[in-house]
């Protein structure tokens, strides 16, 4: 079946990066996209950006441009997204989801979650 | 960015209940409209894309309807495992938005 696997829970301070990793199985990795999209406590959901698994085209939401990185290693069908200069307002839980070839067109299946913290 | 509002934020129902939620985007977006449904402690799971397509494997109690800027999500009979917070999302255009959700809870 379909499946997304993510990497555990991090703490980090403000100012460090975090890196989340995001395995994919059960299907042709290169046909789809992975959007990542994140959860504040208690909040609702904001997405982040998507990658082209085939091409490594990448879509950024404006206010994390700078800030957040998103990579493919086809080789092991597994998708990254890193986050820089961490902010307490970062603390959330992260999650990879499998998007279209084009950016958007639903988000199916994803995965368990990551959750980040960032904390002094 | 195209703002999604949701409404109502909140609501108590009984098991078997008609519900309806409304999602309202801050411009036309087609039927570039996608519905989630998401358990506690859980990821979101696709419900309804496309603003009225049912996601392969999704109950048919499930349905929406809806273009340009008011779509909205009907359970046509409320089940004790639909008890959970319900978004929308456009996908007209990035960033893609979700609505502030709708969490539905039991009367």
């Known amino acids: 079946q379909v499946q997304l696997v993510q990497s555990g829970a991090e703490v980090k301070k403000p100012g460090a990066s975090v890196k989340v990793s995001c395995k994919a199985s059960?299907?042709?990795?290169?046909?789809?996209?992975i959007s990542w999209v994140r959860q504040a406590p208690g909040q609702g959901l904001e997405w982040m950006g998507w990658?082209?698994?085939?091409?490594?085209?990448?879509n950024y939401a404006q206010k994390l441009q700078g800030r957040v990185t998103m990579t493919t290693d086809t080789s092991t069908s597994t998708a990254y997204m890193e986050l820089r200069s961490l902010r307490s307002d970062d603390t959330a839980v992260y999650y990879c989801?499998?998007?279209?070839?084009?950016?958007?067109?639903?988000?199916?299946?994803w995965g368990q979650g990551t959750l980040v913290t960032v904390s002094s | 960015d195209i703002q999604m509002t949701q409404s109502p934020s909140s609501l108590s129902a009984s098991v078997g209940d008609r519900v309806t939620i409304t999602c309202r985007a801050s411009?036309?977006?087609?039927?570039?409209l996608n519905w989630y449904r998401q358990k506690p402690g859980k990821a979101p799971k696709v419900l309804i894309y496309?603003?009225?397509s049912l996601q392969s494997g999704v109950p048919s109690r499930f349905s929406g309807s809806g273009s340009g800027t008011d779509f909205t999500l009907t359970i046509s009979s409320l089940q004790p495992e639909d008890f959970a917070t319900y978004y929308c999302?456009?996908?007209?255009?990035?960033?893609?938005?979700f609505g502030g959700g709708t969490k539905v809870e039991i009367k």
């Open positions: 496309a603003a009225s």
């Open positions: 411009q036309s977006i087609g039927s570039y």
């Open positions: 999302q456009q996908t007209y255009t990035t960033p893609l938005t």
């Open positions: 989801a499998r998007d279209g070839a084009v950016a958007g067109t639903y988000e199916d299946p």
């Open positions: 990658i082209s698994a085939y091409n490594g085209n990448t």
């Open positions: 059960g299907y042709t990795f290169t046909s789809y996209g």
